[in-house]
């Protein structure tokens, strides 16, 4: 059972460069979401879905987009990279929308746009 | 809308020394709130929750309390050690919905033997 992955671990792109940030989980989640963590903040949502084939907007989704086309996989796409989305991006699960449910965490992707 | 607010700054300590981070939070109904950490290097994990006013998390030695009078879920350790160098974030979600999570920005710990 490895949980939640995140692949790759760390990423270099130029501006206006595409690329796609793979989570998978083996839980068996209804629930996925990204977050971006940046320097000293917490961290924000970026796109969460409920399911497979439902997606729905989170605190910061500008330049960002999100399928889910089955239930274990929810790959972030960014389509023009900017500096502004250097961070640190992290995919969670959660059995369920109840929000005393945990929410299990990968280990991240640190994204750097130059 | 929902916030945590943490208190700012990082906090160094020695090791046993006891461990205050406060946390306080903006909700418009009845949230859950949870303390994560994360290790270097990793993602967050879930260390305790409370899921409703007066209730209690515990885990690894530390503790926090739903405080409903005040907005407060304060993490406490009697005595810590190195090994809880870590970043320590409150969150809180709402009990109906998504499970959307909103998080503080987060305390650096560093014990320091």
């Known amino acids: 059972n490895a949980g939640v992955t995140q692949t790759p671990k760390f990423r270099i792109l130029k501006i206006g460069q595409s690329m796609t940030l793979q989570c998978t989980q083996d839980m068996n989640h209804n629930y996925m979401y990204w977050y971006r963590q940046d320097p000293g903040m917490g961290l924000k949502l970026i796109y969460y879905?409920?399911?497979?084939?439902?997606?729905d907007k989170g605190e910061v989704p500008n330049g960002y987009n999100v399928s889910r086309s089955t239930t274990e996989d929810f790959p972030l796409r960014l389509e023009l990279a900017a500096p502004s989305q250097t961070s640190v991006y992290f995919c969670?699960?959660?059995?369920?929308?109840?929000?005393?449910?945990?929410?299990?965490f990968g280990p991240g992707t640190r994204l750097t746009v130059l | 809308g929902n916030s945590v607010t943490q208190m700012e700054g990082p906090v160094t300590l020695s090791e046993e020394a006891f461990l205050t981070i406060n946390c306080t939070y903006t909700a418009t109904g009845y949230p859950s709130l949870f303390w994560y950490v994360q290790y270097p290097g990793e993602g967050l994990q879930l260390l305790l929750k409370a899921t409703k006013a007066d209730d209690k998390g515990s885990n690894k030695g530390f503790e926090a309390t739903y405080r409903k009078e005040t907005t407060s879920f304060h993490l406490e350790k009697g005595s810590v050690q190195v090994s809880d160098s870590a970043v320590y974030f409150c969150?809180?979600?709402?009990?109906?919905?998504?499970?959307?999570?909103?998080f503080g920005k987060g305390n650096q710990v560093v014990v320091i033997p």
């Open positions: 879905s409920v399911g497979a084939g439902i997606t």
């Open positions: 969150a809180l979600s709402e009990n109906y919905g998504n499970n959307r999570l909103a």
């Open positions: 969670a699960s959660s059995t369920s929308g109840r929000g005393n449910n945990e929410q299990f």
